[in-house]
């Protein structure tokens, strides 16, 4: 497939501050970045998206993948399973599992699937299978300057993609997690679902779901500044990997247990590592834009 900006957003970029003092310590120290122009996809890539590209390719994700010396295994990967009462926030084995039969088509494990979340974001899915999907596209993955910067939407110093508030006059704009995590959840969406892509407002640059919905893979490695985030790193075994950097949070973070609906939070994620709550977007450089001659 070759690669075009239609649809994309065109940012014109310019120096910021990355960054937070307010909340996690690898948020820390406030910085001053600059990224040059690019175009980013509107919205995360959906499942009707990927499904193309799986279609077109026969591409495999890690997830669906046969685990060595595991005959008939899987890798498989991270699902929440919802529990029916208040448990102890400190054991997040309490809602994650690890799934061999759960991979982008199956967002829940065996016996579930994609009828009615074509236009949700696809999960499940590792910062290789993310790269894969990128190269086919003709595209990119964002570098964690270029996220951050789109995901402000040019509002300076604000905590949230649309200012200070985190629900301005009682409205929610992202879909994040609001009741008791991680039993039950109070703003009508399935606990322990995404939401399609549009159904929350867009940021001042025309960006859906810069913050919540699925946390997003960018390009960068990541620093060691704090330990990383047990909602996305929980029930994977410890191996030797490239930790790379997720940015915006998603329907998993709540004001109670993880407060990472901000464009100033990052977090670092082995790049085999996958799970439900875990999608990206792609970019374009402004200079690798093909132009047309007259």
Not at 25 to 35: D, F, K
Not at 131 to 153: H, V
Not at 211 to 224: P, Q
Not at 254 to 266: D, F, N
Request: aromatic share 12%; hydrophobic share 35%.
């Amino acid at each position: 497939m070759t690669g075009h900006p239609a649809g994309m957003c065109r940012l014109a970029g310019g120096t910021f501050t990355m960054g937070s003092e307010r909340f996690y310590g690898e948020e820390r120290p406030l910085r001053e970045a600059r990224v040059e122009p690019f175009r980013l996809d509107p919205g995360p890539v959906t499942n009707a998206e990927f499904a193309r590209f799986v279609a077109e390719t026969g591409y495999r994700t890690e997830a669906e993948r046969p685990v060595p010396g595991q005959p008939g295994g899987r890798a498989g990967s991270l699902v929440f399973r919802k529990p029916n009462r208040p448990v102890p926030l400190h054991d997040p084995s309490f809602w994650w599992q690890l799934d061999p039969e759960a991979d982008w088509r199956h967002p829940e494990g065996a016996g579930s699937g994609l009828t009615g979340r074509e236009n949700h974001p696809v999960v499940h899915v590792t910062h290789r299978d993310a790269q894969a999907y990128a190269a086919w596209a003709g595209k990119r993955l964002p570098s964690e300057a270029e996220w951050e910067f789109a995901a402000r939407g040019g509002l300076v110093g604000a905590d949230f993609a649309w200012g200070d508030e985190l629900l301005p006059e009682g409205r929610q704009l992202a879909n994040f997690w609001r009741g008791d995590f991680p039993w039950h959840r109070e703003d009508g969406l399935a606990a322990g679902f995404t939401s399609a892509v549009g159904h929350y407002p867009a940021n001042p640059f025309g960006l859906f779901d810069m913050i919540g919905n699925v946390w997003e893979w960018t390009a960068d490695d990541y620093a060691e500044r704090a330990t990383s985030c047990p909602s996305c790193a929980a029930g994977q075994p410890a191996l030797e990997e490239t930790e790379k950097v997720i940015k915006g949070g998603s329907f998993l973070c709540a004001p109670s247990y993880c407060q990472r609906y901000r464009p100033a939070a990052r977090q670092g994620l082995r790049a085999d590592g996958s799970a439900c709550h875990i999608g990206f977007r792609c970019a374009v450089s402004e200079t690798a834009i093909p132009t047309r001659t007259p």
